[in-house]
């Protein structure tokens, strides 16, 4: 059986050169290579494909028939080996790929995220997107799960170390009321204020430690809601109180799709603003997902947080 020797990339290249200057002198000085050094490397490509590759003449050298057929190949398998290298560089800077995101279901964080969004296609735009909106426990689940890249959550485990996370925006909470109410015990001042008020209120399976935290608070205040109405999220619960069904809590941010029907007040003694952060699975190596955090963390992140661009100083800060 024939030994087979592998092509060397080189040796083609070196090949293509000379096939297109016609000339191996001229070959050498466009390939920076001694002629003779480029000699000895057309000769070992001759011999380990069995074949001669060149006629030598007088004024140089001319393709043989195998040297024709080589040529188009070679051409072809230089490029391959050019673009696969390529797209490894782009990969490895996170340029191509593929990342799924998760967003908030509250529709009132859409201006921040599709400008989040947008930034970061502009900068990386060979990445496809898998997009879906989700509650925080959704994400959690999700993101621990592997089936998730990165979300933008409203709360997450702090103490888990399988989690890493950036803040990237902070709102207020304000007390959100039927725009018909009449106070006839004036304007409430304090949480207290709302005790004999129906209240809508979120269900604790759908937001636990949200649930929670607005718990201790209402506690600390000497609040009970009298909660009578559920509902499922922020605009569940703010077409509910359109309805005149209750009063509710809401983030700031609300007011920019609440109907006319409801109206806003802050509460002094209600201390809670919500922290939305940029999460991922620390153990999440994706080139994608670190470029993408960089994006992020560059143009919303905080500054004291902010990390290098390359990928090796995104895991070191992270």
Known sequence: MPQRYPLDLRQLRYFIAVAEQGSISAAAIK???????????????????????????????????????????????VDDA?????????????????LSVALPVVQTLAPMTAEMLRKYREEVPGVSITLRHLLSAE??????SGRLDVGVLLVRPTDDPLFRGIHIFSEKMLLAYP???QWEKGRPQS?????DLDFVWLHRNEAPAWHDKLIHCFYDAGFIPNASILGGDAAAMLTLVSAG???????????????????????PDLKMTQHWELVWRADNRSSSLMRFIDVVTRYFGDSSESISSSTDGVLNKL
């Open 179 to 181: 725009a018909a109410w």
């Open 191 to 195: 949480l207290r204020d709302l005790n």
């Open 82 to 98: 050019e673009a696969a290298r390529e797209r490894a560089k782009r990969a490895g800077r996170g340029e191509i790929g593929h």
């Open 139 to 144: 994400q959690t689940a999700l993101l621990s």
């Open 245 to 267: 069904m209750g009063c509710t809590v809401l983030p700031e941010s609300v007011k920019r799709i609440a109907p006319t029907t409801v109206a806003f007040m802050e509460i």
């Open 31 to 77: 390939v920076h290579i001694a002629q003779p050094a480029l000699t000895r490397q057309i000769h070992a490509l001759e011999e380990g494909l069995g074949t001669p590759l060149f006629h030598r003449t007088t004024r140089g050298v001319v393709l043989t028939d195998a040297g024709e057929i080589l040529l188009t190949d070679a051409r072809r398998l």
